[in-house]
């Protein structure tokens, strides 16, 4: 169990204190923050109170005392949008050396059609009630609006764990997917921040966090908090080391359960360059399309997954690679499609095709050596599906890439889930949990990607790839965010902080 000092237990309630004398406002923030759209490209900016970013900023500028903050601009070479957008990041400092990171994104996804929303609007933020009528199946409740969803067996679980069938919910797009996160990282430093000013305690390290833009699409905000790929390096440019250092990615989770991995992803791009000819004389070409058919039909088989696999180690907690191949495939006479109406505009019918892309996914596990020779595992990936397309279409030149953006590596805490239960952050977050919200949170491996993939790999911190308040529909209309997560999410991570770098007396 997390052992405390008085000195630590007595900070968390004078903390947990400001959180809930603060509690309306942390949920007005949570509205404001929904009711800026940032969509990624329009994050914003700190100093422009319209945006997402400068809400947040101005948000902890009127309260924070020690707090420190600092906005970096995403520099033009190191982002592919032209709108300049921020990072933010709020620290608290202390005495040692210890550190702890935790991470937001400011982003959030497009709300699709708006009449799917209550009153034709995604932005603003609603108060509801969610009711679980069966296994995962839920009832989302707004105004007159009533509709019936499924979510995810990791989402259904919570509601398993604590008994509970009805819950107020928070609706609006990204108050789940990623605002509340947000909402959960402010109040916590706020609180912290309030409990230490005037006493003799200080932190026995510095506390961090990151409200990163772009974690939607390429992960651009934290591969610049980190130095990933040559860009900003806010961490680098700061402290020497992380030694002892431990992090957690804030998303909109399954209600505090430590999240302990996930496996890596790739796009790769198959290329086929054939021959053209007279489609009337075929022999006198080399079909690309044809190629690239046969090359993808080969994927299918067992055989083809164990050869792209074989770098890759026998992964106990982040289970098997999966290759889906043809994920977007293009060539031949194609010169355009209409986004909106998906029709097509097609040239030269009567020529045999000279070239086609297709896109592969493929979900990674660790490999051998991880977590270094990253550059390896994507040369040898490339090297795998070219070899065996050109052996499939001897009569075609096949090249394969992956896109400067399109590696996400895995992360993961330990070699399997026995031990990653077993690992010292796991067993602080899942107290933090329990003592919080009162049912132990177990742990999961994450389904997809998060901005753990470069906090992780930028700086080798041991990092929780999720952890955050239950909601679900993320993506989805009537995303939601349940309502009292938000303030038991700000409650857990202050205690998270206090047990991970301690507190001390002043020095
Ligand atoms: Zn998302």
Known sequence: MTELTDRELAVIERGCAWIDDNADELVDLLAELVARPSLPGDEGV??????????????????????????????????????????????????????????????????????????????????????????????????????????????????????????????????????????????????????????????????????????????????????????GDWLGDRYDGYDGWTAAVLEGSYGFVPVVGHRGLVWLTLRAEGESAHASTPDLGHNAVLGAAKALAETDTDAYRDAVAAPFVEDALLGELTVAPGTSIVGGGIERVDPETGSVERGGLNTIPDWCEATFDVRIPRWEGFPGSVDAVEDRLCETVVAHASAAAPDVDFSASIGEHDFFPPVALADDREAAADHPLVRTASWAAADTVGYDPGLDVAPGVTDAAFVYHGTHIPTLVEYGPAGALSHEPLEYVERDHVIAGAKAMLKLAVAEVGVTQRS
């Open 46 to 231: 700190h100093d422009d109170e319209a945006t997402t970013v400068g809400q947040l900023w101005s948000f902890l500028e009127e309260s924070a005392d020690a707090l420190e903050l600092d906005a970096q601009p995403i520099s033009a070479e190191d982002d592919y949008r032209e709108k300049t957008r921020e990072n933010v990041y709020a620290v608290l400092p202390g005495d040692g050396d210890d550190g702890f990171v935790a991470t937001s994104h400011t982003d959030v996804v497009p709300p699709g059609p708006t009449a799917d929303w209550p009153d034709d609007d995604p932005w603003t933020m609603r108060e509801g009630v969610v009711r679980r009528t069966d296994d995962c199946t839920v009832e989302v409740a707004v105004g007159d609006r009533v509709e019936t969803r499924t979510i995810r067996d990791r989402m259904d679980r919570v509601w398993r764990l604590r008994g509970d069938s009805e819950v107020a919910a928070l609706v609006g797009r990204g108050v789940y997917d990623n605002k509340a996160a947000i909402v959960c990282l402010v109040g916590s430093a706020l609180g912290l921040d309030a409990a230490l000013a005037g006493t003799d305690a200080t932190l026995g390290g510095d506390v961090i966090h990151g409200h990163l833009v772009d974690e939607e699409y390429y992960q651009v905000g934290a591969k610049n908090m980190v130095g990933w790929g040559g860009g």
